[in-house]
């Protein structure tokens, strides 16, 4: 069996080191109770009145806070909006560049059949005037051949 008084001084030893390690505590605890207590009530009355001040400046930031958070939201949908818009408009513009592409083939293309087609008309005129000559020709020497005749 453990000796009695050895039991008693292993508990005062461990007593010992719970209070020194927790003796800051106990003393700031302390010092604010004489703090707490030394302290008027006019300073608590100011204290209450800072206190309602602050709940008041606190509401008034987060009021302000959720409208700048519902500006940025809305603001971000736009930019959103605006760049799906933007991006619609260059789809846009490369089919309307590549119809004018297309289109700009095609004038060139028919340019060049009327081109044809104006030669051809040219040639054909030219080739009526010879034929109008050669019968103005023919005709010119019909006549002569009735009348030799």
């Known amino acids: 069996m453990a000796d009695p008084w050895s039991e008693i001084f292993k508990r005062l030893a461990d007593r010992d080191k719970v209070e020194k390690r927790d003796s800051e505590y106990y003393q700031a605890f302390a010092q604010l109770s004489r703090l707490l ?11 209450v009145k800072e206190n309602a001040h602050l709940w008041e400046e606190n509401e ?12 940025l939201e809305s603001a971000d949908l736009r930019a959103k909006e605006l760049t799906k818009a933007i991006r619609d408009q260059d789809a846009q513009a490369v089919k309307l560049q590549n119809k004018i592409s297309l289109l ?3 004038l060139v293309e028919k340019n060049k059949l009327l081109e044809i087609v104006n030669d051809e008309h040219l040639i054909t005129q030219i080739q009526q005037n010879v034929l109008k000559d050669r019968v103005g020709e023919l005709e010119r020497e019909l006549g002569q051949l009735k009348l030799t005749k």
């Open 37 to 47: 207590s030394l302290s008027d009530s006019a300073s608590t009355d100011r204290l």
């Open 60 to 71: 008034l930031l987060i009021t302000r806070l959720n409208l700048q958070t519902i500006r």
């Open 104 to 106: 700009t083939q095609q």
